[in-house]
């Protein structure tokens, strides 16, 4: 019951905006600018884009908790998918300047939509959680595994309170807490559902570095 609370009250919000601003388009159309249409647009599928990853959290949870986690295995250009995942959370957050690096990126045998669903959540924490709007992503390999890190350059994260993100409902107290805190239990479920792992670590010169590591087929 707590995680059906927890998801339906992270629901509400998205509903009550795709409600809102659908109703405006509907009466104001006329009297609507181009320009306003599509911003208004633009945040009616930004908000169920959340309504959509929300659900799947929800469906992810029970088939973790059960043990019923099917992947689907398919060849992944992974250097190319990194770079969609960053553009589309860069139109959603437009002050964010993402430095991405892409070293030799090997291809990978994974679940495509598992992998990209970790990466947004990687990329949307940092972007929500970060005090500065920029973020370094470095995918590269080292012949036996993948890797895709996350560097924020926030205030970073106590030593002993990195282990704990990763745990049910977690939410640091932050000025604006936000989220289920789901998303990172279930990307390291995830993870590990393909042989791998996600860990976090504190950067030497401040923030936080999530990192993503996939076997290699």
């Known amino acids: 019951?707590?995680?059906?609370a927890a998801v339906s009250?992270?629901?509400?919000?998205?509903?009550?905006?795709v409600k809102g601003f659908s109703r405006l388009l509907i009466d104001r159309w006329d009297r609507l600018s181009e320009a306003d249409k599509l911003d208004l647009v633009g945040q009616i599928?930004?908000?169920a884009d959340r309504i959509t990853r929300l659900?799947?959290?929800?469906?992810?949870?029970?088939r973790i908790e059960v043990g019923r986690l099917d992947l689907r295995v398919e060849g992944i250009d992974l250097a190319a998918l990194v770079r969609d995942v960053v553009a589309r959370v860069e139109l959603s957050h437009p002050s964010l300047v993402c430095v991405v690096?892409?070293?030799?990126?090997?291809?990978?045998?994974?679940?495509?939509?598992?992998v990209e669903q970790i990466l947004t959540d990687l990329i949307e924490n940092g972007a929500k959680y970060?005090?500065?709007?920029?973020?370094?992503?470095?995918?590269?390999g080292?012949?036996?595994?993948?890797?895709?890190?996350?560097?924020?350059?926030?205030?970073?994260i106590p030593e002993d309170e990195l282990e704990a993100l990763f745990t049910k409902f977690y939410r640091r107290e932050v000025s604006q807490p936000s989220g289920t805190g789901l998303g990172l239990w279930i990307s390291r479920n995830l993870a590990e559902a393909h042989g791998g792992a996600?860990?976090?670590?504190?950067?030497?010169q401040g923030g936080t570095t999530f990192t993503l590591r996939l076997p290699l087929p």
């Open 1 to 4: 019951m707590e995680i059906v």
């Open 9 to 17: 009250h992270e629901l509400r919000a998205p509903l009550t905006s």
């Open 45 to 47: 599928n930004h908000d």
């Open 55 to 62: 659900v799947t959290e929800l469906l992810d949870i029970s």
């Open 101 to 114: 690096a892409l070293d030799e990126v090997p291809r990978l045998a994974a679940d495509r939509d598992r």
């Open 130 to 140: 970060a005090t500065v709007d920029r973020l370094r992503v470095n995918a590269y």
């Open 142 to 156: 080292d012949g036996s595994s993948a890797f895709v890190a996350v560097s924020d350059e926030g205030p970073g």
């Open 198 to 204: 996600l860990v976090a670590s504190r950067n030497e």
